[in-house]
């Protein structure tokens, strides 16, 4: 395997679960990109998973130490941020790949860096929650990864996906990952929102026929601009999705339930106000989705006021 240096930036709850499986497999070949108070932070009490403390290798934006493979697993607000932070780690060639909700992170990172190969990806199912006691993970979930047609596997895909199978993460590479990556984004624009509105753990959604019938309506949304642009997506996936949530860990939360809690900025920019701007685009109407971008949008900007 070619990949000797292998960094990921954005250790919360999905990229600190990851980041112990490689930590835990490649010791100081992988690194954890953080600087100032984050790395203090870290090189003093570490990433702590399930109870267990670890102290991945950590690298600052300073340092020019070129990577194989940068892994993205922050949050689509900070995601220009750490494009800019990566910048001295990045050669001609550098693998990227983004596990970023939403449908843009690629496009952003292939803008910023022409000669890396940018790669589409995601990480579906990973039940993970940030507590004052560190990440709680109950399901690791699996990355989908590729370039939008894998029907023929290029090098660099399979070695990205031997990596993190060596490493014990469950990766997948799919024929079509841009139908993927719409199908995850209309999951999240679906689920996240609806609960993060409603303040529902995963069990209501099966419980409550309000909720389902809003998270439906959203991802309907999708759907039709999926179809305006040309995206393989159909109605069994809107019910695949449906029965999948319906079934999730009862007790979970979406990463945009965790973030209205803990009164942090939501990717609702992403999530409903993608559909709006891609709405606008292809002429769908996106009431649901503008209905839901005004009450999170609304919500968001009092608690981070307040705080």
Request: charged share 25%; proline share 2%.
């Amino acid at each position: 395997m070619s990949m000797e240096k292998v960094a990921l930036i954005g250790s919360g709850a999905v990229g600190g679960v990851y980041a112990k499986y490689l930590h835990l497999t490649y010791g100081d070949k992988f690194y954890v990109v953080a600087n100032k108070s984050r790395r203090e932070r870290l090189e003093k009490q570490g990433l702590r998973v399930n109870g267990i403390v670890f102290k991945p290798r950590l690298i600052s934006s300073e340092e020019e130490t070129k990577m194989d493979l940068i892994i993205f697993a922050v949050k689509n607000y900070d995601l220009e941020q750490a494009i800019a932070d990566v910048k001295n780690l990045v050669k001609d060639g550098t693998i990227m790949l983004p596990l970023l909700n939403g449908i843009t992170a690629s496009d952003r990172i292939r803008e910023a860096y022409p000669t890396a190969r940018t790669l589409l990806g995601l990480s579906m199912g990973i039940d993970a929650l940030r507590t004052e006691d560190g990440i709680v993970n109950t399901d690791d979930g699996v990355v989908q990864l590729g370039y939008e047609d894998n029907t023929v596997i290029s090098g660099e895909v399979a070695e990205v996906d031997e990596y993190l199978r060596n490493a014990g993460i469950c990766s997948k590479v799919f024929p079509d990952m841009k139908r993927m990556l719409w199908r995850k984004w209309m999951l999240n624009v679906g689920v996240n929102q609806a609960s993060a509105v409603a303040e529902a753990k995963f069990k209501y959604f099966g419980q409550n026929k309000e909720l389902l019938t809003l998270f439906r309506s959203a991802m309907l949304e999708v759907l039709a601009i999926a179809e305006a642009c040309k995206v393989n997506l159909t109605m069994e996936d809107v019910d695949q999705i449906e029965e999948v949530i319906v079934n999730f860990t009862p007790e979970g939360k979406t990463s945009m339930l965790q973030d209205i809690e803990a009164k942090r900025r939501t990717e609702i920019d992403y999530f409903a106000g993608t559909v709006i701007e891609y709405g606008k685009k292809t002429g769908v109407p996106t009431p649901v989705n503008d209905t839901l971008y005004l009450a999170l949008k609304a919500k968001e900007d009092i608690y981070l006021k307040e705080s």
